[in-house]
């Protein structure tokens, strides 16, 4: 597609993977990054793939409602309960019937990995870009998403279709 505009976001979450063993069974936390590339064939009649402040709003404002400074943890995590019970926030990947709205974009992730957050975080733009005013075929191309100063993950979901 040759049109494409990039939006940035940052936020601060920790998570644990105990299903990996190694020190990632630990809860620990970084300073994620995520990078959303929407696509286009052609540009909107305002000459746009999409208007860089809408996304950049509706991506944002779920990453902080949803993950900043909280704790993405699997459905099956026995630490769920008493973090919730500490006053923490917690954010559950793999809920199957999710009471949380947001919970849904988590749903077949069963665990935090940056792979699955970038699968997440691909969800969240899908969903943020259907309800903008967007060029004719726009979409998510590209998720990026980094943990650390050197890992990174990256989910494509046009490349799926």
């Known amino acids: ?50 208007e860089f402040g809408a996304l950049k709003v509706g991506l944002r404002r779920w990453i902080d409602e949803h993950l900043d400074h909280a704790t993405m943890l699997g459905a099956r995590d026995r630490l769920i309960e008493p973090l919730i ?23 077949g992730l069963p665990w935090p990995t940056v792979e699955a957050v970038a699968v997440l975080l691909g969800r969240v733009a899908e969903s943020v870009l259907a309800g903008l005013p967007r060029s004719d075929g726009a979409m998510v191309e590209r998720v990026l ?12 979901p046009a490349a799926t279709r």
């Open 1 to 50: 597609m040759p049109h494409k505009i990039t939006v940035e976001h940052s936020f601060e979450s920790g998570h644990r993977l105990p299903h990996l063993g190694g020190k990632c069974v630990n809860l620990h936390g970084h300073s994620w990054s995520t990078a959303v590339t929407v696509s286009a064939p052609e540009l909107s009649p305002e000459v746009t793939v999409v």
């Open 145 to 156: 998403v980094r943990e650390t100063r050197l890992n990174t993950a990256v989910y494509e």
């Open 85 to 107: 019970a500490e006053g923490s926030r917690v954010f559950c990947f793999g809920v199957e019937r999710p009471s949380d709205v947001a919970e849904q974009y988590g749903h």
